[in-house]
Nanobody, 127 residues
Framework: QVQLLESGGGSVQAGGSLRLSCAVS????????LAWFRQGPGKQREGFAV???????THADSVTGRFTLSQDNAKNTLYLQMNSLEPADTATYYC?????????????????????WGQGTQVTVSS
């Protein structure tokens, strides 16, 4: 059973930074796609950063230049460094995994394609 566990959320002021972590209990041996999603108040859950089994990352335009996804394979951990946070970034953040498939283009990333999910961690940005 694969488990994902996020940590690192909290409350910050606009312009601040946070780093989220996602511990993955077991990485697959073949292709995979790991992603960060978020769901703000009254909004649909959206994917905004992905990494595939080759270590290639893609970020949505809304976070490019501010957020950086990375992973430490030795620690089975996915990270999300978030800088220059804005009130619009307030959301519950989830990491998700899709085993056996590489990542689709960012515009085609959908939560229904991911079978493994963490419980979410709350990020609140105040102005």
């Amino acid at each position: 059973q694969v488990q994902l566990l996020e940590s690192g959320g909290g409350s910050v002021q606009a312009g601040g930074s946070l780093r989220l972590s996602c511990a993955v209990s077991k990485y697959p041996t073949g292709s995979y796609c790991l992603a960060w999603f978020r769901q703000g108040p009254g909004k649909q859950r959206e994917g905004f950063a992905v990494i595939d089994g080759e270590g290639r990352t893609t970020h949505a335009d809304s976070v490019t230049g501010r957020f950086t996804l990375s992973q430490d394979n030795a620690k089975n951990t996915l990270y999300l460094q978030m800088n220059s946070l804005e009130p619009a970034d307030t959301a519950t953040y989830y990491c998700a995994g899709s085993w056996s498939y590489t990542c689709k283009p960012m515009e085609d990333i959908r939560d229904r394609d991911f079978g493994y999910w963490g419980q979410g961690t709350q990020v609140t940005v105040s102005s």
